[in-house]
């Protein structure tokens, strides 16, 4: 960043300087991922009974809004640039921006297999992507002002970089967003989630379903099944069943099932089981 700045203020490059900024939130990034991941590791409390798994997408989505904040100044600045060109040093551009290159790069590798797993790291991971790209462009730019000298050049260089940002943010702000709203998890549909539950053995209907994430790739489901009026050790062989269909199928492993009896209701199925008693069950 440092480097950039300093390059971008001698060679009058809004391009540099923009990347500059981009790469300060990717320091930030970088410091919000270390601490969410640090914060999602730290066990369960008396107070935070879920423990501090959403620590890290908190900080994801921290991290996409300061990305589109970011853009929003970067668009504005390639705006009055547009319209008071300024001439740039190519050259200078070109071997800051493939040193740039190579240290994103670097640390896209280095976060490569977290990302996969954690929408925290995956978070900082596009920061370091759109700041690599960033850069590809600024090379591209300053070959083109060297061989045209059109200096619009680099303010549109640093337009495309404000998108870029806004379009790699996109993407986490939804998905943090979605987890911190409790909404259906990413990759999981309720239909296919209620139906692989019906089909279960002993289970006659189910209902009042709902699906969330505790973290980024932790998974819970609250539900009510109706079954037989059985004894308790019977629903204990249906309750692992379902237990055993949610991991395998959908990577849902923290369970809350209230089993319902069929011959104690005396009422229809869409009464939910307010008007009789119900057998509670975890996981």
């Known amino acids: 960043m440092v480097v950039e ?6 060679a009058r490059s809004l391009a540099l300087l923009s990347d500059a900024g981009h ?3 990717d ?17 369960p409390n008396e107070i935070k009974t879920y423990g501090y798994q959403r620590a890290g997408v908190l900080a994801a989505f921290v991290n996409a809004l300061s990305l589109v904040l970011l853009a929003g100044y970067i668009l504005w600045q390639s705006y009055q ?12 551009m070109l071997v800051v921006a493939c040193f ?6 670097s640390i896209m590798w280095g976060l490569g297999s977290g990302r996969k797993f954690d929408l925290n790291v995956r978070g900082a991971w596009v920061h370091m992507m759109g700041d690599a790209l960033g850069s590809v462009a600024i090379i591209g730019g300053a070959i083109v002002i060297h061989y045209t000298g059109w200096q619009r050049t680099d303010s549109l260089l640093s337009a495309l970089i404000g998108v870029l940002i806004v379009w790699t943010a996109w993407d986490i702000i939804q998905e943090s967003l979605n987890i911190l709203l409790e909404g259906l998890p990413r990759g999981i549909e309720l239909g296919d989630v209620m139906a692989a539950m019906r089909k279960t053995e002993d289970v006659i209907d189910v209902h009042d379903v709902h699906i969330w994430s505790l973290g980024s790739s932790t998974h819970a489901l ?18 692992r069943r379902l237990n055993e269909v949610l991991a395998e199928r959908f990577d849902i492993r923290h369970t809350t099932v209230q089993f319902e009896h069929a011959k104690c209701s005396g009422c229809p199925i869409e009464n939910h089981g307010h008007e009789h008693p119900a057998h509670h069950a975890g996981e």
């Open 5 to 10: 700045i300093a390059a971008g203020l001698h």
């Open 81 to 92: 640039r547009w319209w008071h060109p300024e001439k740039v040093g190519e050259t200078t």
């Open 23 to 25: 790469n300060f939130t």
């Open 222 to 239: 609250s539900c009510h099944v109706l079954i037989e009026d059985v004894p308790p050790s019977e629903s204990e062989t249906v309750l």
């Open 27 to 43: 320091g930030l990034a970088l410091l919000l991922a270390w601490l969410g991941v640090y914060y999602e590791h730290k066990p």
């Open 100 to 105: 740039g290159l190579l240290v994103n790069v």
